[in-house]
């Protein structure tokens, strides 16, 4: 049933520069391939280390 709802691969993207999110809790808002905010959502947990190079 999926290959009847979706007919393209690709379902969603998002692009985020990871030195701009802050620690936490974030929801990240998914575009569709025409580059349109959709539905789609991810939540996600940030965390930052800094480590020696």
């Known amino acids: 049933m999926d290959d009847e709802r979706i007919s393209d691969d690709l379902a969603a993207w998002a692009c985020?520069?990871?030195?701009?999110?802050?620690?936490?809790?974030?929801?990240?808002?998914?575009?569709?391939?025409?580059g349109v905010i959709s539905r789609g959502v991810l939540l996600v947990r940030i965390r930052k280390t800094v480590s020696p190079a």
């Open 16 to 34: 985020f520069r990871l030195d701009r999110l802050q620690p936490g809790i974030r929801m990240l808002h998914l575009y569709d391939s025409n």
